[in-house]
């Protein structure tokens, strides 16, 4: 079974700076395009960041020069490193990965979300 698993949402001042995980866990043969998705309330899913699996990555021109996504080289885990966060920054940040698993059957796969909330 494989699964999306974010951390590292919360409560920030504008201005400051919160760093997402989403860990891929499961029996995984590999991983490869990883992107970030935010919803904010009453609005649609929109693309944030994504990286494919040789290392490049894309970033909407809202949050271009302030979030930054990553991928650790040792284990399946991407990262979104946002700062100068701004109200409208808030929304349900959700990872979606596509993962061929251990039998070699390819699939698109969203983790639950985690909430971060940009707030004086």
């Known amino acids: 079974q494989v699964q999306l698993v974010e951390s590292g949402g919360g409560l920030v001042e504008p201005g400051g700076s919160l760093r997402l995980a989403c860990a891929a866990s499961g029996s995984i043969f590999r991983v490869n395009g990883m992107d970030w998705f935010r919803q904010a309330p009453g609005k649609q899913r929109e693309f944030v960041a994504s990286?494919?699996?040789?290392?490049?990555?894309n970033t909407a021109d809202s949050v271009k020069g302030r979030f930054f996504i990553s991928k650790a080289k040792t284990n399946n885990t991407m990262y979104l490193q946002m700062n100068s966060l701004k109200p409208e920054d808030t929304a349900i940040y959700y990872c979606?990965?596509?993962?061929?698993?251990?039998?070699?059957?390819?699939?698109?796969?969203w983790g639950q979300g985690v909430q971060v909330t940009v707030s004086s």
């Open positions: 979606r990965a596509d993962i061929r698993d251990s039998s070699r059957h390819y699939a698109e796969y």
């Open positions: 990286i494919t699996l040789g290392g490049r990555t």
